[in-house]
């Protein structure tokens, strides 16, 4: 009798065990709002402190934790629960994304005019170094 409840107890260790390991294997999200999961685009493999995510190619941004679209809108920056129609084509699960990292401020204007003013031009003033000389 005593082997039996040893197996027994055995086998339920080892089964805790086992899923201890797989809930281990998913993501670890940090979330703002507890119980509330990330846009389905957004899953992370680490764990990161983000709470803006920019869409270079559409020039939008996401803010994580008031769960808002950050875009330009006849010249200023609008939060929507939504994006507009004209980013209805967009496919935010294969759209590329850059995570906003070490910012965490309110004003997304400030920090866009900083990094991404220039975005897209090219700034050398530098000539060419294949170009022909004498």
Same mark, same amino acid.
């Given at each position: 009798?005593?082997?039996?409840?040893? !197996?027994?107890?055995?086998?339920? *260790?080892?089964i805790? =065990?086992i899923?201890?390991? *797989?809930?281990?294997? +998913?993501?670890?999200?940090?979330?703002?709002?507890? +119980?509330?999961?990330?846009?389905?685009? *957004?899953?992370?493999?680490?764990l %990161?402190?983000?709470?803006?995510? &920019?869409?270079?190619?559409?020039? *939008? &941004?996401y $803010?994580?934790?008031?769960?808002?679209?950050?875009?330009? $809108?006849?010249?200023?920056?609008?939060?929507r !629960?939504?994006?507009?129609?004209? &980013?209805?084509?967009? $496919? =935010? !699960?294969?759209?590329?994304y850059?995570?906003?990292?070490?910012?965490?401020?309110?004003?997304?204007?400030?920090?866009? %005019?900083?990094? @991404?003013? @220039?975005?897209?031009?090219? @700034?050398?003033?530098?000539?060419?170094? @294949?170009?022909k000389?004498?």
């Amino acid at each position: 009798m005593d082997s039996n409840q040893e !197996n027994k107890s055995l086998m339920l *260790f080892i089964i805790v =065990l086992i899923l201890l390991f *797989f809930a281990s294997c +998913g993501p670890v999200v940090l979330s703002s709002r507890i +119980g509330e999961p990330p846009p389905p685009w *957004f899953y992370p493999n680490r764990l %990161e402190v983000v709470r803006y995510v &920019y869409f270079p190619e559409y020039s *939008f &941004y996401y $803010d994580l934790s008031a769960r808002t679209y950050i875009y330009l $809108d006849g010249g200023v920056w609008v939060r929507r !629960n939504v994006l507009p129609t004209k &980013y209805r084509h967009v $496919d =935010l !699960n294969r759209a590329r994304y850059e995570r906003i990292r070490n910012y965490n401020e309110e004003n997304i204007r400030r920090y866009h %005019e900083e990094n @991404n003013a @220039n975005r897209g031009r090219s @700034n050398r003033t530098a000539t060419r170094s @294949n170009s022909k000389r004498n």
